[in-house]
């Protein structure tokens, strides 16, 4: 019975022992960590500023685009982007059919938001 209790604590010491790793000069170097630039004109994005519509009956924060289009985003705008007059690049869907209590812009899945 010793010697089963004994064999039992070596192997559990054994499996729970740190795995060694490649020697340090077989190791990978660090890569620096890179910015990288997306130009979301060419990602089909669309150029768009957020607008408060609060003081309207069942608006909240919308999108406005250049061409001065209003879109009503869903789901609603994180609250990092419920800034009025912040430029953001969207991506969207239009929702065929949908209705909304706004009633002030066209209602849109928002696909991906992002900071100008």
Known sequence: ???YLIVGIALL???CSKKAGPPASESKPLKAETTEVVDYAKEK???ATVVDMRELD???FMLKLESGKK???TPELKEVYCVSDKA???KYQVKKGAAGICMSGQIVTLLD???R
């Open 1 to 3: 019975m010793k010697t």
């Open 13 to 15: 010491g054994i499996s």
């Open 45 to 47: 994005y669309t150029s």
């Open 58 to 60: 069942g608006c909240g």
């Open 71 to 73: 879109l009503q985003p």
């Open 88 to 90: 953001v690049w969207v």
């Open 113 to 115: 938001i992002q900071e």
